[in-house]
């Protein structure tokens, strides 16, 4: 596995990235880097393709055009099988909602990526109820995901994105579907983790208080990204 | 990254089986309501090939002239004995493409789940074996009890030979093994991809059939040759021609059901009145392979089940003594009778299978396109409307089906009639059986309606 340590070099680069969704066109040229530790926001209208850009960009969706580079590997020219294994050990994904698996108690969706990746059950359980600790949730371990409420499910979703020490979390419209209150306790768990195990968070959102977390802003439009400034 | 609680993703151990079986079992454990259907149906499945391989070993365990104290002496002779035991065999082959299907209708109905499977890091082998597995372990159960009954029936007849043991024990093992590969082939072209499940196409090569072609020319080969070399006793090449000729037989069925549904889903599209034939056409256009191999399974199912009631009517009157040369003894009609009942149940179970995969292709269908129905549904389209469109899909391509059994069915029986040569023409009340299982299958469609109901819910929309 290799790490990119240099923090002169971006730990994720894209350039030029085009995709289409049938005839309709998502991504124009959309070129984005992010560097080790960052916290970047990613905002835009609906249908900016800032969804596309994230699902690019975590190896989920194929670009039909450009590069995406990680740590020496061009993600867009990577099997399958590869890329499987980054989301499992480098990447974790966080999604408004639905990355639960509902028949899979807290503790055993925050285990699922060791589990998957063959860790023994004892083990992944004891790091997954660290993570659900950290995050507040350790009484909601052995609760479904229909049993918690939106707040307390996505930080279920947060230490499970977290529990394999990933590199880079990519999280779109993480409080999409929360209030304001849950969603801030969310956003401060995020960032408050992520700043002390030094990873990369790619956020997208819409929600300017938000984006206001990040250390720097772009924005997309029309399928391009554009540079907004430090916004901290 | 000091003071967290992350491993290392260089310390992360080998993915291995044993992981995927323990995810696979705390999936099945937290499955819900809807969920445990499918398992249910799944070990209803392997407990019925355990039923017919635990059987078959048994006979199988046998040799020679043996008593055995039921049958009415059917299971006694040797060559009878070897014809139930490849009956049994045979029933096998729709059991198994049931578990196949519930395998299918397992990944629709769990897409988010796979893809959350996906998501946290699984290969799409990976996923693909979580849910063989699963349904390795639904197989298991099903096999279990049906493995515990048989042994109890058998040891009511009397203690089962050290042969027939091993064949229980071969068969209670294998099943599960056998349950969870072929779920695993069935889910061949399931791709889950992180965003949700989508299905592969079709290769644009036909790889897989060409080689089953092939298989099977050599087969037939080989069983020539034994033939032409004359080689006898048990290993001569009668069942290998018989097999071959089930399996190009099952191919040939399949071809036609996927072709002729292509040809109807065409014709009709061009000229649909209403909206629900139209849709239907567009369906079977887009897809004719879809259902193909439930709907040759039923050709295959109403052309047999025409064709055994006709030798049955010329049989029992051949056996009547008004028309007998001599009158038979009862014990002789008793072993006719038995054979006839025995023939007939296994029709009844290959029709049962049969509906039940019409039934679970039916759900898988409807699921594969919830979001579709949902989105139609919500601008504008009437439940009704989907719901006629969905038994269309059945009716329309299965009627031409139906008339091609009817006449296969009434020419195997008129050539029964004139083997028996009394004369006598073949009966036409058998033509009844394609009509009865015509409408069995379009009930079974209908079965599924309740499922369109909680298919067209907005709420499917959220989840894009």
Known sequence: MNHPTDTSVPLLAARD????????????????????????????????GKSTLLHCLAGIVRPDGGSVAYG?????????????????????????????????????????????????????????????????????????PGEMSGGQAQRVSLARALVTGPRIVFADEPTGALDSLAGEQVMSALVHTARETGTAVLLITHDAQVAAYADREVQVRDGAVVPQGVAV | MSGSPQSSPQNLPRVSLRSDLRLAWLLTRGSDRREWWRVTLTAVGA???????????????????????????????????DGVMFALLLLLAPVLGFLGQCARIGAVHRDRRLAALRLAGATPWQVRRIAALESGLACLLGSAVSTVFSVLFMLRIGPPSAAAWLGFALVAVAVPVLGAVVSAVSLRRVVASPLGRVRRVRPATNKGIRALLLATVLLTAVAALMVATGTRGRFNGLPLIVFTL??????????????????????LATRARSAAVLIAAERLRDDPWAAARSHAAALLVAIAGTGFMGVREVLLEGLDPKYAYAPYSPEDL????????????????????????????????????????????????????????????TALPLAPAMV???????????????????GRPAPLLPLLAPFVIYAACVLTAAASLPLLRRTVRPAELRYT
């Not at chain 2, 089930?246 to 014709?267: C, N, P």
């Open chain 2, 404 to 422: 091609l059994a009817g006449i296969g069915g009434m020419g195997v029986s008129t050539w029964y009639a004139v083997l028996a040569g009394d």
């Open chain 2, 334 to 393: 008793a072993f006719y009778n038995t054979g006839l009942d025995l023939t007939a149940a296994a029709i009844l179970v290959a029709l049962a299978v049969t509906l039940g995969g019409l039934a679970v292709g039916a759900a898988e269908s409807l699921a594969t396109r919830r979001r579709g129905l949902a989105a139609q549904a919500a601008s504008g389209v009437p439940r009704e409307v989907l719901g006629k469109a969905l038994l269309l899909e």
């Open chain 2, 47 to 81: 407990g019925l090939a355990t039923g017919f391989a635990l059987g078959a070993a048994a006979l199988a365990s046998v040799s020679g002239w043996y008593r055995i104290p039921f049958a009415n002496g059917l299971l006694d002779e040797p060559g009878t004995r």
């Open chain 1, 17 to 48: 990235l085009t995709k289409s969704h049938g005839r309709t066109p998502a991504l124009r040229g959309a070129s984005l880097e992010l560097r080790e530790g960052e916290i970047l926001a990613v905002t835009g209208p609906s249908g900016s």
């Open chain 1, 72 to 144: 020496g590997e061009r993600l867009d020219r990577l099997p399958e099988k590869r890329l499987s294994e980054l989301r499992r050990t480098e990447f974790g994904v966080v999604f408004q909602f639905g990355q639960l698996i509902p028949e899979l108690t807290a503790l055993d969706n925050v285990a699922l990526p060791l589990l998957l990746a063959g860790t023994a059950r004892g083990q992944a359980q004891a790091k997954a109820g660290e993570w659900l600790e950290r995050f507040g949730v350790r009484g909601q371990g052995e609760l479904r």
């Open chain 2, 246 to 267: 089930v399996v190009l037989t099952g191919m040939g069925a399949v071809w036609l059901a996927g072709a002729s549904a292509r040809l109807i889903g065409r014709l």
